[in-house]
């Protein structure tokens, strides 16, 4: 199994909808992060969570919520999903010391149509 | 100030060949500069990383190269593999949480 999962992998909704993207990890790893990608744009930070009472915002929040249920698990909501959110979106994890590595899931495709 | 302007956006090399991909960042007061392969329909994996105290690191095939006074820093690939095929992204950061990550770059090794 891998050590960071994500679910769903591929998702196809309308306008207005309301989205989760869910993302659980068996690393043991404090910090996890929501990234998207865009062809051209590469890895954009939404949010990042040092623990499971610390939430930030990265450079691209707007529009996007986010929750930690557990150290292990870390969900991103579109509250009210629109056609330019459309991407593929990536959770991370890394360890508080060391030499900060990202382990990335396998990423969710978003579509908004 | 905050990015890291990535070049070129694609890269055709013939297996046997260099492949070089550049970065250049603004803020000095970044201290950690990762690079990250990508296959397709997966996620991203830490391919080799180089801190600023260092000129030159190596791993196997692949040799980070960095030059402090110009905020630059490339990726080369010695005798590129058909299996290197995937997109490259450098990253720079301050400490080791906050990445700025560059546009990638997607290679193709000829066979």
């Known amino acids: 199994d891998a050590d960071v999962t994500q679910t769903p992998r591929n998702r196809i909704t309308k306008t207005g909808k309301r989205i989760m993207l869910e993302c659980s990890q068996t690393?043991?790893?404090?910090?996890m992060y929501w990234y998207r990608q865009d062809p051209g744009l590469g890895l954009q930070l939404i949010y990042y969570?040092?623990?499971?009472?610390?939430?930030n915002k990265g450079e691209i929040s707007d529009g996007y919520s986010v929750s930690r249920q557990a150290q292990a698990k870390f969900s991103l909501s579109l509250e009210s999903a629109i056609p330019n959110q459309t991407a593929l979106y990536f959770c991370?994890?890394?360890?508080?010391?060391?030499?900060?590595?990202?382990?990335f899931g396998e990423g969710s495709r978003l579509t908004v149509l | 100030q905050q990015q890291v302007k990535q070049s070129p956006q694609s890269l055709i090399v013939q297996k046997g060949g260099i492949s070089i991909i550049n970065c250049a960042y603004e803020?000095?007061?970044?201290?950690?500069f990762p690079w990250y392969q990508q296959f397709p329909g997966k996620g991203p994996a830490l391919l080799i990383a180089?801190?600023?105290?260092?000129s030159e690191k190596k791993e196997g095939r692949f040799t980070i190269s960095f030059n402090k006074s110009a905020k630059q820093f490339s990726l080369h690939i010695m005798d590129s593999q058909p299996g290197d095929s995937a997109t490259y992204f450098c990253?720079?950061?301050?400490?080791?949480?906050?990445?700025?990550f560059g546009t990638g770059t997607r290679l193709k090794v000829l066979a």
């Open positions: 969570s040092f623990d499971v009472k610390d939430i």
């Open positions: 803020n000095t007061a970044f201290d950690y």
């Open positions: 690393k043991g790893h404090d910090r």
């Open positions: 180089i801190r600023p105290d260092v």
């Open positions: 991370a994890t890394s360890d508080g010391d060391g030499t900060g590595e990202l382990f």
């Open positions: 990253a720079a950061s301050m400490g080791t949480y906050k990445y700025i």
